[in-house]
């Protein structure tokens, strides 16, 4: 069995997650990226996500879909990272806790907002996250140990919960409260993340510069 390593990709998406933890585990791969609406929706990637959406990876035999997923697992596939507590660490808990936190009501969460849609306050217990409110006043306690998720060591679950936090507070689906702007001040320092995004930033300003050249220059107006 290969153990090569496959990174299905748009640098428009939430696969920068995954670009910033594959450049922390520090294990080459292939990097594949794929368009919405034509390469995403292939068959050959239909294949691999039948959802038709990145990130996914196939490391091997093995594919992995969901960013979170993907962190977790390429943090247990290469331990000599260190991007995980280890098995036996009680650590492992808050490590969990918060990556699938982020993962689950906090993704939704900020997705309502940004749509216009959370849930009224008489449904709020039907909802995963509850409320908003309650749901960023949890994300601020899981900054509370500092400085990372699992205390001084960063793991995968920095990762993850950094971008989202990095990302809510860019669009506005986060406020800017100070522990969340230190916390971001503190992951997006890493090496690993400034590669990723210049990685990432380079293939965005290509993509643009080639619909540029595609893009027929408007006709210059007849002289009156």
């Known amino acids: 069995m290969t153990n090569s390593l496959t990174f299905y990709h748009n640098p ?4 920068r ?3 910033w933890m594959l ?6 791969y292939e990097t594949v990226v794929l368009d919405y609406g034509s ?17 996914a990876i196939r490391h091997g035999d093995t594919v992995v879909t969901e ?3 993907i962190c977790a697992y390429l943090a247990d ?7 995980a507590p280890p098995h036996a660490s009680r650590l492992r808990g808050p490590y969990y806790r918060w990556m699938f936190f982020a993962a689950g009501p906090v993704e939704a969460a900020v997705t309502a907002k940004s749509l216009g849609l959370l849930a009224p306050e008489d449904k709020a217990a039907m909802a995963g ?4 409110e309650a749901t ?3 994300l601020e306690t899981a900054l509370a140990p500092g400085p990372y998720i699992c205390g001084e060591q960063f793991t995968a679950a920095d990762v993850y919960v950094g971008a989202h936090i990095g990302w809510g507070m860019m669009f506005g689906t986060l406020p800017k409260r100070p522990a969340f702007e230190d916390y971001f001040a503190r992951v997006s320092q890493r090496p690993a993340g400034i590669r990723a995004s210049a990685l990432d930033d380079a293939l965005v300003a290509a993509a643009q510069a080639n619909q540029a050249e595609a893009t027929p220059a408007e006709p210059s107006p007849s002289p009156a």
């Open 12 to 15: 428009q998406s939430r696969a």
């Open 17 to 19: 997650i995954v670009r």
């Open 23 to 28: 450049e922390e585990v520090g294990a080459p």
């Open 39 to 55: 390469t995403m929706k292939d068959s050959d990637f239909l294949a691999v996500n039948p959802m038709g959406k990145v990130p």
């Open 67 to 69: 960013a979170a997923a």
């Open 77 to 83: 596939a290469f331990p000599e990272s260190g991007l």
């Open 129 to 132: 996250y509850g409320t908003y």
């Open 136 to 138: 960023v006043a949890a």
